[in-house]
């Protein structure tokens, strides 16, 4: 079981954008994840008339470290830390600050 999921609320920890929110898109194979807003970049294409895209400059998200980002707890409005609880199909994440449940 992870401990960030796709879905999840975010916060970045360290680089440019510390400190902004977002939500998980994507958790890539590789350790890095998309997040909503976070880590943009300029991306130039050219235009295809044959495939109907029109050249210019696009701003999209690029992949982000999981280790730079962590889950956002409401409850105390920081970023916390995640451990998996329970055995077998009863599995859940939880806070370590406060004990209450992630997903519920």
């Known amino acids: 079981m992870n401990k960030i999921k796709k879905g999840d609320k975010v916060i970045v920890i360290t680089g440019r954008d510390?400190?902004?929110t977002?939500?998980?898109l994507q958790i890539m194979?590789?350790?890095?994840?998309?997040v909503n807003d976070i880590n943009l970049v300029k991306k130039h294409t050219k235009?295809?008339?044959m495939a109907g895209v029109t050249?210019?400059?696009?701003q999209k998200e690029a992949p982000i470290q999981l280790s730079n980002v962590a889950i956002y707890n409401p409850a105390t409005d920081k970023a916390d830390k995640?451990?998996?609880e329970g055995e077998g199909k009863d599995k859940h994440r939880v806070f370590k600050s406060d004990g209450s449940r992630?997903?519920?």
């Open 47 to 49: 235009p295809n008339p």
């Open 22 to 24: 977002g939500e998980v």
């Open 29 to 34: 194979a590789d350790g890095r994840a998309l």
């Open 18 to 20: 510390k400190g902004k």
């Open 82 to 84: 995640v451990r998996i």
């Open 55 to 58: 050249g210019g400059i696009l």
């Open 102 to 104: 992630v997903d519920a």
